[in-house]
């Protein structure tokens, strides 16, 4: 046999024929379910985000002394579709919670349950001591 030739695969067994199809077949959907599980968890973490931004928003117009009405309406059109943004005023200091309901990936995966992501931001209204 010379060095520079390939060597020569075995021989296949008749048994042994469609055996990479047959795997394919049985991991490809679980590729699927892990790939759609991770896009879900990408979607629960940007709707939390949007949660933070929406709570923080809304905490900081109504520091500076903006309209109740109108600080919650920005923070709502920040948070997540269907979000909400409650308030409160703790003495000098205004809380503002967010909180949005993100379902599950739906399909084949529709008996995970919805998540529901929450958010609070605090500050100190200007002109406070």
């Excluded at 390939?6 to 959907?29: D, I, Q």
């Excluded at 920040?78 to 949005?100: F, I, K, L």
Aim: no cysteine; glycine share 12%.
């Amino acid at each position: 046999m010379r060095p520079w030739t390939r060597a020569r695969s075995r021989p296949r067994r008749p048994g042994e024929r469609g055996a990479v199809t047959a795997e394919l077949a049985m991991a490809l959907p679980l590729l699927l379910a892990v790939t759609v599980g991770l896009v879900w968890l990408l979607a629960v973490g940007a709707a939390q985000v949007r949660a933070v931004d929406a709570a923080r928003e809304t905490a900081r117009a109504l520091a500076r002394g903006d309209d109740q009405g109108a600080a919650v309406a920005a923070g709502e059109r920040v948070a997540p579709a269907g979000g909400s943004v409650t308030v409160r005023h703790e003495g000098d200091r205004v809380v503002a919670t967010a909180s949005a309901r993100v379902d599950g990936p739906g399909g084949m995966f529709g008996f995970l349950p919805g998540v529901t992501v929450r958010a609070q931001a605090v500050a100190l209204a200007e002109g406070a001591p």
